[in-house]
């Protein structure tokens, strides 16, 4: 029986960085409509997508990136951004949930909601630029390409399986992927559900499985099955959360010697 190998997309297959920053921000600047971060050179208006080098060369794209790792959900982007406008330092998982718990449920909600109305109208307004500004982990997909025949390769996302789908089409690694080994939200809310589901579509032992994510509070998640679990150093993460996955007993994999640790 080959391993199952479940992947996780945002942060592991896919730098989306850059797409979730420009619909972030203009998010932002929609509901905050005196912001500071509005006069910005800006990538956060118009109805094109602006390119890679005008995002990370964003005054503010930096910071974000920094922050990132400690939401969970597209109103956490909204948390960012007033921080990075308040010049609020915000170290730590602790430092961040405080600040967090300062903020009105309903404006929460609101960005929630825009936030994916943001990003609808701007596929549907730029949809090759757009698509460019979530580019592949090349080294990774390199390596899945390779190792193909050893595992059976899964996704487990929060994500869309359509725009899953679309950039794994893009990517050229949409062979790799059979239709039901995509699991989007629908297949459940929590990562443990993903792999559940995928445990018994394959019949398999949860130690034969293996569980690559960015985020360290969802490989915690999945490792209370028995899955071993891997976290992507790579994507979203910084060295705060790789110290944390090496405490917990996480695998912490690079782009240099992922093959080597997942395949042996
Ligand atoms: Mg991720």
Redesign the pocket.
């Known amino acids: 029986m080959r391993r199952v190998l479940a992947l996780?997309?945002?942060?592991?297959i896919s730098n989306s960085a850059p797409e979730a920053f420009v619909v972030a921000l203009r998010t932002f600047v929609l509901l905050r409509s005196g912001s500071s971060l509005r006069t910005l050179a800006s990538a956060g208006e118009g109805d094109a997508a602006p390119d890679l080098e005008t995002v990370e060369s964003h005054p503010v794209y930096g910071s974000f990136l920094e922050l990132m790792p400690l939401g969970n959900r597209a109103e956490d982007y909204g948390v960012c951004l007033s921080a990075i406008e308040a010049g609020r330092s915000l170290p730590d998982q602790d430092a961040y949930d405080a600040y967090r718990s300062g903020f009105d449920a309903d404006w929460m909600r609101a960005y929630h909601a825009r936030f994916y109305e943001v990003r609808a109208a701007l596929c549907a307004a730029d949809p090759i630029r757009w698509q460019r500004l979530m580019r592949p982990y090349q080294p990774f997909l390199d390596v899945l390409r390779r190792r193909a025949a050893d595992a059976a390769l899964c996704v487990a996302?929060a994500k869309d399986r359509g725009s899953v789908r679309r950039l794994l089409r893009a990517y050229g690694v949409d062979e790799l992927f059979p239709e039901d080994c995509v699991l989007d939200k629908e297949a459940g809310v929590s990562k443990s559900a993903h792999l559940v589901h995928l445990q018994q579509k394959f019949g398999c032992r949860f130690d034969a499985m293996t569980f690559v994510?960015?985020?360290v509070t969802?490989l915690d998640d999945v490792a209370r099955l028995g899955v071993r679990c891997a976290l992507?150093g790579w994507?979203?993460n910084a060295e705060r959360e790789r110290a944390l996955a090496r405490a917990a007993g996480h695998l912490v994999c690079d782009l240099g010697d992922v093959e080597a640790q997942l395949f042996g």
């Open positions: 996780d997309f945002d942060g592991v996302t994510d960015d985020k969802h992507a994507g979203f």
